[in-house]
T-cell receptor, first 115, second 115 residues
Framework: AQTVTQSQPEMSVQEAETVTLSCTYD???????LFWYKQPPSRQMILVIR??????QNATENRFSVNFQKAAKSFSLKISDSQLGDAAMYFC????????????FGTGTRLQVFP | GAVVSQHPSWVICKSGTSVKIECRSL??????MFWYRQFPKQSLMLMATSNEGSKATYEQGVEKDKFLINHASLTLSTLTVTSAHPEDSSFYICSAYRQGNQPQHFGDGTRLSIL
């Protein structure tokens, strides 16, 4: 069975600094998708970034980038130039290479941003 | 704008009543919808996968007689919590798969409080 692990329950960062959130996963599939979702206090699920496993190039979305290490089954999120609005719960998620399949979420990392 | 609408956003009711939550895809046909449950400070846990025109597939440990799921049309899935009790109080969130190699879209969630 596939699993997703986030080992950092909480992280904090100073505004304008950089922070990296960790995620590891386990799967026997060779093709799959990985995501980082942001959940602010409003509890909306906001897609931050996604990575397709067959693509070697790390995904980037403005200040957000990932370090995807397929062999190590590692998928970390780097937030550059952190802003107060980045404070939220961040969930790493996995799905098989079919968007119709369910998402498997990690336990989440609460990110605090200090001014 | 939102592509998945979830209603109601917050409901408070007495123990023993049944509560229906709606999840609508606004501008696309969703053959598959997912229902998740989230306890405070925890991750999203999949409850069931809802396929249009067929019975929902429930995850292990989810009572199908307690949580009735209906997906009668390509734009609407409903979750009914029957004879709700305080332990059913939680945050329920749906998502829908939109065809075209796109990830799932989430509704804004429903906060259910049973007194």
């Amino acid at each position: 069975a596939q699993t997703v692990t986030q080992s950092q329950p909480e992280m904090s960062v100073q505004e304008a600094e950089t922070v990296t959130l960790s995620c590891t996963y386990d799967t026997s599939e060779s093709d799959y998708y990985l995501f980082w979702y942001k959940q602010p206090p409003s509890r909306q699920m906001i897609l931050v970034i996604r990575q397709e496993a067959y693509k070697q190039q790390n995904a980037t979305e403005n200040r957000f980038s990932v370090n995807f290490q397929k062999a190590a089954k590692s998928f970390s999120l780097k937030i550059s130039d952190s802003q107060l609005g980045d404070a939220a719960m961040y969930f790493c998620a996995y799905t098989r290479a079919d968007y119709t399949d369910k998402l498997i979420f990690g336990t989440g990392t609460r990110l605090q941003v200090f001014p | 704008g939102a592509v998945v609408s979830q209603h109601p956003s917050w409901v408070i009711c007495k123990s023993g009543t049944s509560v229906k939550i709606e999840c609508r895809s606004l501008d696309f046909q969703a053959t598959t919808m997912f229902w998740y449950r989230q306890f405070p400070k925890q991750s999203l846990m999949l409850m069931a996968t809802s396929n249009e025109g067929s019975k929902a597939t429930y995850e292990q440990g989810v009572e199908k007689d307690k949580f009735l799921i209906n997906h009668a049309s390509l734009t609407l899935s409903t979750l009914t919590v029957t004879s709700a009790h305080p332990e059913d109080s939680s945050f329920y969130i749906c998502s829908a798969y939109r065809q075209g190699n796109q990830p799932q879209h989430f509704g804004d969630g429903t906060r259910l409080s049973i007194l």
